[in-house]
């Protein structure tokens, strides 16, 4: 359907979306022009492939150039969303993980809520093969998946993105749910804050010989990020977070040096 308007103005607002190592160029521009269809315009890029710009991405973009020309690339995905504050990982699968799995709706009213309070929010789209790693989501606030036929189940991640973005605009046309996302009190930590609290805590945990038996220290750590990022942490929760830990750190140390002596 042909139906650009270059006489109107160009909405560009709303959540980021975070492609993890994407592979096609055709892909990268075909997501370009369904966030440019619904008004979404920040593309970050998680070690691409065949890396960036890309030739091909241009062209399945159907002239969607604000989001090219403004895409970003990073080596890793902490990097990408270290500004953002409130992450939402798609999901064709279910996971063991103690994390919200919401619907599209429901999601796009939070994240919704969220963009008229401020927060900066951001939306994790996976490889075109096989998705999100576990440790991947475990940085996630919530998981969306969709609701597809379970004999046929497989989007291409232009799909889910384009589902995702019509979600967004919608849910700006009508009332939302009050109680999705209330304003903080406070500002709501940023994920950089929250990767430096994790490493606080794991380097601890390391320290007191937590990770045992040694085959589950992954999926150990996945389920204390989740808790700790599914609550929704405050900057000021975070620091004093970071002082509990500290004060175990000297605890320990202390008894240990007592043993030593």
Not at 11 to 16: N, Q
Not at 23 to 44: H, P, S, T, W
Not at 163 to 191: C, H, T, V
Not at 229 to 255: I, M, N, P, S
Request: aromatic share 8%; charged share 25%.
């Amino acid at each position: 359907m042909s139906g650009t308007d270059y006489r109107k103005e160009l909405i560009c607002e709303g959540p980021v979306v975070i492609l993890v190592e994407p592979q096609l160029g055709e892909n990268i521009g075909m997501v370009a022009r369904a966030m440019a269809n619904f008004g979404l315009f920040e593309l970050r890029l998680v070690n691409p492939r065949d890396g960036w710009p890309n030739e091909r991405a241009n062209a399945a973009a159907s002239r969607a150039d604000h989001v090219i020309e403004a895409t970003r690339v990073y080596e890793d995905l902490p990097g990408a969303i270290a500004d953002l504050q409130y992450i939402v990982a798609t999901t064709a699968r279910q996971r063991d993980m103690l994390k919200d799995v919401l619907n599209p709706t429901e999601v796009s009213s939070i994240l919704r809520r969220a963009h008229d309070e401020n927060t900066r929010t951001g939306i994790l789209f996976g490889r075109e093969r096989w998705g999100l790693h576990n440790e991947e989501i475990a940085l996630a606030d919530v998981m969306v998946t969709f609701p597809v036929n379970p004999a046929f189940a497989s989007l291409n991640i232009a799909q889910a993105v384009l589902l995702m973005s019509y979600e967004w605009m919608r849910s700006g046309q009508g009332e939302l749910n009050e109680s999705a996302f209330r304003a903080p009190d406070s500002e709501i930590a940023g994920k950089s804050d929250l990767q430096n609290f994790f490493n606080h805590l794991e380097g601890a945990l390391e320290d007191a010989k937590y990770y045992y038996p040694e085959a589950r220290r992954e999926r150990m750590t996945n389920n204390l990020r989740s808790i700790f990022t599914h609550a929704g942490l405050k900057q000021q929760e975070l620091q004093t977070l970071h002082g509990v830990v500290a004060a175990l750190e000297r605890r320990w140390l202390e008894k240990r040096n007592k043993k030593t002596k």
